[in-house]
């Protein structure tokens, strides 16, 4: 049954359902509270909700019980970076390395670990592990970006222009190597063109800190002393809790003989760093209770706070996606819905005759088959139609229905379905809401060529479980591919799923698998598409 949990709850991970993975990790923990893939996994979970600090008892606790496992140290080393634990973060990150040096990932990571800690040698050690990196194929601006840095830090600033040159190149807005351009070329001696760079920068974003920072420092290099004053305080508008800079202008106040001045900048700065101490719980407090430091039992407020921005945030798939970098953990995907519409609406006049007569589609005759060989009467069912399209299937299915319901995105396919005169009712609706609308409603849900605009299929299986009367079905076609659990064919743009991928969601929601035979589709140049059809039944008890 931890299995169960667990494979639940990594289904939920990669679908951005992030409560109902805590649940079913802690769930597995109950049980098994040295699991090591539960423990790591919650541990990355808390990592990705900002939580790294009680995330690392957990990481520290599956590293223990898999050793072996490079992506567990990858991931406690990137915990143990975020709460400051450089050194471990090190060493969790040079052991990973070890274990799987074709992981580019890792050496980001560690390179990042060597410029916080800036020990002797660090430098030329971070510029070592980006080249690392690069030999695996990581070729971004961030990349060359934070190779450029590392080269300047160790002192070769004709190197470093070289390596920022080319995150420019790939990015011509990206601020940040603006600036680094700008102090390479300072640390060559060649003010103007910094000046220039730092110009740019701010052209960019005008309330970029550290160029104004920049600028005040080249010009009281110089001795423009007022010049150089009015960057500073520019500076401190854009970020007021800067200690570097107000440092900087209290500094050059006291050179240019305004004391009074320096002294209030030196209280505002002073009183700042307090408040920002207070504020990251630097500073003790006698009443804080030693347990609530301990790593959370109960579910965490983080990930429930991750949970609600994942729901309402527009570019949750962007989330997803920064989320996936933390762990390597796969991203969810689908077909957006918008984009299906589209797709279909100018499909819809042409569509017959192409999937018909081009592609020698076979979808409707093979679930006709697979339902007539797994039905267990003749009684007539309420039927569910999803992704109904023209109503290619609508012919089979009426001799059978009491009730028969076609769905689909797009209207101008409904039309056409409608023409064809089998359905009782035509509605307008994307799958996962017409079945969520749809509880103890129907006994047979049929998706013929539809499930390949989905990646994820665990909220399918979950919506049709709760839509399906006791003893209702769930016939389906699907793409075929021998893959972990589902890709998205990067020339097609449809999904492909494994069989395991299929048969193990079914067992997670408790379907009896009365079918799942492998045939051929289509025809797409002249090859064969091969798909699975399934026949999943919701038991009667």
């Known amino acids: 049954m931890s299995q169960d949990h667990l494979q639940i709850g990594l289904e939920h991970h990669r679908a951005g359902r992030v409560r109902q993975a805590e649940e079913a990790y802690r769930a597995v923990l109950a049980a098994a509270p040295d699991d090591p893939e539960a423990l790591h996994w919650l541990g990355v979970l808390l990592t990705q909700a900002g939580q790294p600090a009680e995330a690392i008892p957990l ?8 050793e072996g496992d490079a992506a567990y140290h990858h991931n406690l080393g990137q915990a143990l970076l975020m709460t400051g634990r450089i050194d471990d973060a090190i060493a969790a990150l040079t052991e990973s390395a070890a274990l799987e040096p074709s992981r580019g990932e890792t050496f980001l990571a560690l390179a990042r670990a060597y410029a916080v800690r800036r020990s002797a040698g660090d430098a030329t050690a971070a510029v070592a592990a980006l080249k690392r990196a690069g030999e695996q194929g990581i070729d971004t601006p961030d990349l060359h970006h934070d190779l450029g840095i590392a080269l300047l830090a160790s002192g070769q600033p004709d190197e470093a222009l ?9 990015r011509p807005d990206y601020q940040s190597a603006a600036f680094q351009t700008a102090m390479a070329h ?9 000046r220039n760079w730092l110009n740019k920068a701010l052209e960019l974003n005008r309330d970029y800190a550290q160029a104004w920072h920049a600028l005040g420092v080249i010009d009281a290099e110089v001795g423009n002393f007022e010049l150089a004053i009015g960057h500073l305080k520019r500076a401190i508008r854009c970020s007021p809790r800067s200690q570097a800079i107000y440092n900087t202008l209290e500094g050059i106040l006291r050179k240019v003989g305004k004391p009074g001045e320096a002294d ?19 500073v003790e407090d006698d009443e804080t209770d030693p347990a609530d430091s301990a790593p959370m ?23 997803q996606e920064a989320l996936a970098g933390i762990s390597g953990l796969v991203s969810p995907a689908r077909a957006t819905p918008a984009a299906i519409t589209h797709l279909f609406d100018n499909y819809a006049e042409r569509f017959d005759h192409h999937l018909r007569d081009k592609l020698s589609y076979a979808g409707p005759e093979q679930l006709q088959a697979a339902i007539a060989k797994t039905r267990r009467d003749d009684r007539l069912l309420d039927i ?27 209207t101008r396919m409904l039309e056409k379905a409608g023409e064809r005169g089998h359905y009782d009712r035509l509605e307008p609706a994307d799958l996962m809401d017409f079945l969520r609308r749809s509880p103890d409603s129907y006994d047979l ?25 006791p003893g209702g079905i ?22 492909v799923h494994s069989r395991e991928y299929l048969e193990r969601l079914g067992q997670i929601f408790g379907y009896s698998q009365r079918l799942m035979d492998q045939t051929t589709l289509r025809y797409e140049h002249n090859n064969p598409v091969t798909a699975w059809i399934a026949v999943f039944e919701k038991p009667t008890t």
């Not at 990481?59 to 898999?66: E, I, N, S, T």
């Not at 070289?162 to 790939?170: H, N, P, Q, S, T």
């Open 59 to 66: 990481l520290q606790r599956a590293v223990a019980g898999r």
């Open 162 to 170: 070289l390596e920022l040159g080319r995150a420019i190149a790939k």
């Open 186 to 194: 300072r640390a060559k001696g060649d003010r103007r063109a910094a």
């Open 264 to 282: 209030l900048i030196r209280t505002t700065a002073d009183a700042l760093q307090l408040m920002s101490a207070l504020e990251l719980g630097i």
């Open 297 to 319: 039992a109960a579910p965490s407020p983080a990930i429930a706070e991750l949970d609600d921005r994942l729901r309402m945030d527009a570019g949750r798939e962007r989330i």
């Open 384 to 410: 569910a139609d999803l992704g109904c399209g023209t109503g290619l299937c609508g012919g089979f299915l009426r001799p059978m229905a009491r009730q028969l319901v076609g769905v689909d995105l797009s």
């Open 445 to 469: 849900l049929l998706a013929a060529d539809v499930l390949i605009y989905l990646g994820d299929l665990t909220p399918l299986f979950e919506m049709a479980w709760k839509s399906l009367r």
């Open 474 to 495: 769930l016939a389906a076609s699907f793409e075929a591919g021998e893959v972990e659990r589902y890709v998205r064919h990067p020339r097609t743009r449809r999904f």
